[in-house]
């Protein structure tokens, strides 16, 4: 149980396009997603919460403009990573809170490694 | 964008041995503490948890340490294996908060 998935699980793209992750919670219901970036040999730094039915609540330093995300379910959140650039290479990971458990527990999806030619 | 030249700190271990990968955290409002493994090109996965109000947690093989003194959180491994190399990732979250906060990660790297 508790198993998140996201696809694509890689892509690339051309510099000032856009491209969309999806996150979706497979035998759970989630109301609040979350949305991190990795770069290689760092840490996890999340980006935003996504709720479901609202907006998402951004990190400071991440654009929202630029980071589009919609949680338009209870078991898909997507981002939108709009006009990419080199720059925003990364692996994109998501995760999820099973809104039918007591407890902080957030499932983790298996990333999104995304790369800008 | 990408940094370059960075390096993870690396525990490397003979299969089994015991291993030990600590870390500190920074806020003393945290009440909840998790660590995380993540093998190469995958998210990261649960290994244990553990809240404020206890020291010590087992599991399967693994246990957390907590010190609340020093802001101190230990994770160790029994019997190590070659599936355990991964890095390994200390995550708080503050009282009230749902919001996961990672620690920089420790790479294990077993060897055979």
């Known amino acids: 149980g508790a198993v998140v998935s996201q696809h694509p699980s890689w892509v690339i793209c051309k510099s000032g396009t856009s491209v969309k992750i999806e996150c979706r919670s497979l035998?759970?219901?989630?109301?609040?997603m979350f949305w991190y970036r990795q770069f290689p040999k760092q840490s996890l730094m999340l980006m935003a919460t996504?709720?479901?039915?609202?907006?998402?609540?951004?990190e400071q330093g991440v654009e929202k403009d630029k980071f589009l995300i919609n949680h338009a379910s209870l078991t898909l959140s997507t981002l939108t990573v709009t006009s990419a650039h080199p720059e925003d290479s990364s692996f994109y990971i998501c995760?999820?809170?099973?809104?039918?458990?007591?407890?902080?527990?957030?499932?983790f999806g298996p990333g999104t490694r995304l790369t800008v030619t | 964008g990408e940094s370059v030249g960075l390096h993870l700190p690396t525990l490397s271990v003979q299969e089994g041995d015991n291993s030990i990968i600590n870390c500190a955290y920074s806020?003393?409002?945290?009440?909840?503490f998790i660590w995380y493994k993540q093998e190469s090109g995958k998210g990261p996965q649960f290994i244990i948890d553990?809240?404020?109000?206890?020291d010590k947690r087992q599991g399967q093989r693994v246990t957390v340490l907590l010190n609340k003194t020093v802001k101190h959180l230990s994770l160790q491994i029994a019997a190590t294996q070659p599936g355990d190399s991964a890095v390994y990732f200390c995550?708080?979250?503050?009282?009230?908060?749902?919001?996961?906060?990672f620690g920089k990660g420790n790479q294990v790297v077993v060897i055979p």
């Open positions: 995760s999820a809170r099973d809104m039918g458990r007591v407890g902080n527990e957030q499932y």
């Open positions: 035998d759970f219901q989630a109301t609040t």
């Open positions: 996504s709720n479901e039915g609202s907006k998402a609540t951004y």
């Open positions: 806020n003393s409002a945290s009440d909840y």
């Open positions: 553990i809240r404020s109000n206890m």
């Open positions: 995550a708080e979250i503050l009282y009230g908060n749902n919001r996961l906060a």
